[in-house]
């Protein structure tokens, strides 16, 4: 018994230790309309009391105002000066003029960190395909970014193979990119195996594990098919049992 309150003690201690060294970043999209902005910089307010290294705003060819992220970072980096924000710029829907001009401008309003993607491409798209690692290279040219990119512990849905996919990554590597933000996973043995498959191939940038808040059950599932992502078995049958508790209490 007294080795039992000895190991939790211990183990308590380490989770304090723990205190102040895990590094942790939010990931934002940009608010709609007024009410939701309202929220949207309520929650930073809550949110920047974690310390995080970072705030990304996520960018998207289907929005309507093509510079609401532009805006969104403007606004977070005016209200909240100690915090490092860093856009998202998908270089689909772009010419590499548009991104050029859209690296000068955040260069020049002191935006230094990049999450270089390619973003998804649109139905019946006929633009420009510039991808990730000509982002990047983009970038480069411009100024010294500090660059996120993005990497996938179950394969990126359009990659052939995860051999493939660690290739198109040390590429991102290789042209500049110092950082990659996982796709979002539940499966933690799948994670590792693809860090050490980072390893084996020389990929040695920073990786920063996605992490998703299950929000909505259907929409996990929408982003999990949309991304190939696994849910394990436990986290569906948890939501389906509280969806049946919830029936029955009606």
């Known amino acids: 018994m007294h080795d039992k309150i000895f190991n939790l003690i211990e183990c308590k201690k380490d989770v304090i230790n723990l205190k102040n060294k ?6 934002f999209f940009p608010p709609k309309n007024t009410a939701i902005d309202l929220l949207f910089i309520n929650s930073i307010r809550k949110l920047k009391s974690f ?9 998207s060819v289907n929005t309507l105002n093509k510079n609401d992220t532009f805006m969104i970072v403007q606004k977070i ?4 000066t100690e915090i490092t924000v860093a856009p998202h710029l998908t270089s689909i829907g772009y010419t590499t003029t548009d991104l050029r001009n859209i690296a000068i401008k955040y260069w020049a309003k002191g935006i230094k960190n990049i999450v270089a993607l390619r973003g998804d491409i649109p139905l019946n798209y006929r633009g420009d395909k510039i991808y990730a690692v000509d982002l990047i290279k983009q970038l480069k040219y411009i100024a010294d970014f500090n660059i996120f990119v993005a990497a996938y512990p179950e ?3 359009e990659a052939v193979s995860s051999k493939h996919d660690l290739i198109n990554l040390k590429n991102k590597m290789d042209v500049g990119a110092e950082h ?3 796709q979002f ?11 050490d498959n980072c390893h084996k191939n020389h990929i040695y940038i920073d990786i920063i594990p996605g992490i998703l808040p299950i929000l909505d059950i259907q929409q996990l599932k929408k982003f999990s098919n949309m991304t190939n992502v696994y849910i394990p078995k436990y986290i569906l049958d948890i939501f389906n049992k509280n969806i049946m508790d919830k029936k029955n209490v009606h």
């Open 22 to 27: 895990i590094q942790i970043s939010f990931e």
């Open 51 to 59: 310390n995080p290294n970072f705030f990304s705003v996520t960018h």
């Open 77 to 80: 980096r005016k209200m909240f």
């Open 155 to 157: 394969i990126h849905p």
């Open 180 to 182: 990659a933000i996982t």
């Open 185 to 195: 996973f539940f499966s933690i043995e799948k994670f590792l195996r693809f860090r």
